[in-house]
Each structure stands twice: as structure tokens, then as C-alpha cells.
């Protein structure tokens, strides 16, 4: 029997799930003040999933003292390096829950911001050594990559509006390569059947950018991004069944952020007077959203209770 510590083999997959659970913290405050309703739920949620975020990340600092390799033996599948960007995108997200708690929100922030552009440099690192076939893009890869766009959702209301401009165009620039790649390479071959429920991932990215065009302009392009979320939403909605054929995997992880993502932006359409679309969205994201993210995160922390989650998604060992 294996009587190793859990924390030895903490899987970097319990982060995107982590990730989901934030953002529905800031969906359920959302949607408590633009239903003038109480933001409790919001802020309790938001309270458990720090605890949670703050014990799985020492967990892995823990593993990554004991060990320092096992960093590098994360970051060699396409899913490690999602799981270790969603860290540092989850202090980021984190930031903009911790907005009316004073100036401990802009050092999360900023430890977020930092901590994604070394992760982002590993990754890459790690993608050079990498062979050909763990070179090939991936929705993952939009997580190491494209995770800065997070930046505006506090920077903005921090002060770095320009800097989270800056970020926000970069991060573009390399969300249109990457959908570009991912668009040729779903024409040539389909996903296997394990790999379906990480297309969800684009989602976010969609509505991040759009909420962050809500922020700072120009509005042009919060509409743009807004119809584009409604159309993939829409087509996920659509191809459901094809996604989740596979049954319940840990890569399910990947439907908790777009998730709640779609949620926030219809809150911020409802505020710009969108009407009965953005409501319906609000409304039906949040419902939608509350039952899957926590069903997910049930289910990943029973795998991960069991050693079944690192098992799974092959986590290295301290």
C-alpha cells in the first residue's frame, strides 16, 4: 500500500478546476448586485476557494522543494503545462475577487502577473526539448500563452490600464496564431475522444477578451467578442454529446473556467444594457455553471483524495 504523502504527487490538474471555482466566485458577486441581491454567496465562495487555491499551491511548493525536477517532469505533457499556467491565472482572477479588500489585492495581482511569465518561460523551455508531437498545438496551450488577458479583470481598477492594454494585445496576437493552428489541425484530424472537453477552453479566452475591450475600449470590440462567445457557446451547447463522450475524465477540468467566464461577461452586457440576451445568458451561465463547476470539483478532489487524479494525468512524484 502506498503510504506516500498526497502532497509528493500533487497533480498540476486540480489547478484548472481551481481556476473555475474563482471565477464563479466573481460570477455569483456579479450576479448578486446586478440582481440587487446579496453578494454573500459570492464572498463565501470566494473565501473557500482561497483556502482551497492557497493549500493546493503550497502543496505544490512543497513537492517542488523536495524535488525541484519536478517541474520540468510537469511540463512535459501539454496538460502539466496547463495545470501549472492556471496557477498563476487563478492569483491573477484571484486579484480582481479581492478588489474591495485594499492593497492586498495588487500584490496578488502582481505575484500572479509574474508568476504566469515564469511559468510561461518554463513552458516554453520545456516545448524546446520537447519531441515533435509535444510540440503540437493544443486548446492547453492557450492557458500558458493567452493567460495574461486575465490581467485586466484587476489591473484596470489597480491602475494599469495601460499595461493591461499592452498584455491584452499580446495576448491576442498569440490567441489568433493559436486558434489559427488549432483550425487547420481540427480540419486535417478530429480529437480523440479524452481530448473533446479541452475545446471548451476557447471560450474563455473569447469572453476575456471581450470583457476586457468592456473596460477600456474600444466598445467596437466588447460586441465583437460578445456575438463570438454567444456563437461558441452556442456550438458547445450544440456538440455536447460529442464532447463528453468519452464520459467523466479529468480532463472535464477544462469546462470550469469558460464556464464561468461566459457567466461574467453576459453580467458585464446586462451593465452596458444588452437587455434580455445578456439576462437570459447571466441567468442561465450561472445556473449552468454553478451545477458543472461543482459537480467537477467534487469529483477531482475525490480523484485526487484517492491518488487516482495524479495517477490519471501521469503528475510527477517528489
Do not use: C
Amino acid at each position: 500500500m502506498n503510504r506516500q504523502p498526497l502532497w509528493r504527487s500533487t497533480p498540476p490538474a486540480i489547478f484548472p478546476v481551481i481556476l473555475g471555482l474563482v471565477g464563479l466566485s466573481l460570477a455569483w458577486r456579479g450576479l448578486g448586485i446586478s440582481f440587487e441581491l446579496t453578494a454573500g454567496f459570492g464572498d463565501i465562495l470566494l473565501g473557500v476557494t482561497t483556502a482551497i487555491l492557497a493549500f493546493f499551491a503550497l502543496s505544490y511548493l512543497a513537492k517542488l522543494v523536495a524535488r525541484p525536477a519536478v517541474l520540468m517532469d510537469d511540463l512535459k505533457s501539454p496538460p502539466g503545462r496547463a495545470g501549472l499556467s492556471a496557477v498563476s491565472m487563478s492569483f491573477i482572477v484571484l486579484a480582481a475577487g479581492l478588489l474591495p479588500y485594499g492593497e492586498i489585492a495588487r500584490y496578488v495581482w502582481w505575484f500572479g502577473i509574474l508568476l504566469h511569465a515564469v511559468i510561461a518561460t518554463f513552458v516554453v523551455k520545456s516545448m524546446a526539448k520537447s519531441p515533435p508531437e509535444g510540440r503540437s498545438v493544443t486548446p492547453f496551450q492557450l492557458l500558458p500563452f493567452v493567460g495574461l488577458v486575465t490581467a485586466p479583470l484587476a489591473g484596470v481598477a489597480l491602475g494599469y490600464g495601460l499595461l493591461s492594454q499592452i498584455l491584452t494585445y499580446i495576448s491576442l496576437l498569440a490567441f489568433a496564431v493559436i486558434l489559427f493552428q488549432l483550425a487547420a489541425k481540427f480540419i486535417r484530424t478530429r480529437p480523440p475522444e479524452p481530448l473533446r472537453p479541452t475545446y471548451a477552453i476557447i471560450l474563455a479566452p473569447l469572453s476575456l477578451f471581450g470583457m476586457a475591450f468592456g473596460q477600456f475600449g474600444p466598445e467596437i470590440g466588447f460586441t465583437v467578442f460578445y456575438i463570438a462567445v454567444w456563437a461558441y457557446a452556442i456550438a458547445l451547447l450544440v456538440f455536447a454529446k460529442w464532447l463528453t463522450k468519452a464520459g467523466f475524465t479529468p480532463m472535464w477540468g477544462s469546462f470550469t473556467f469558460p464556464l464561468a467566464t461566459f457567466t461574467n461577461i453576459n453580467i458585464m452586457a446586462m451593465a452596458k444594457g444588452y437587455g434580455l440576451v445578456a439576462t437570459a445568458g447571466a441567468i442561465a451561465g450561472g445556473l449552468i455553471s454553478t451545477a458543472l463547476i461543482f459537480f467537477i470539483s467534487h469529483k477531482a478532489l475525490k480523484m485526487w483524495a484517492k491518488r487516482d487524479l495524479a495517477k490519471k494525468t501521469g503528475a510527477a512524484v517528489a
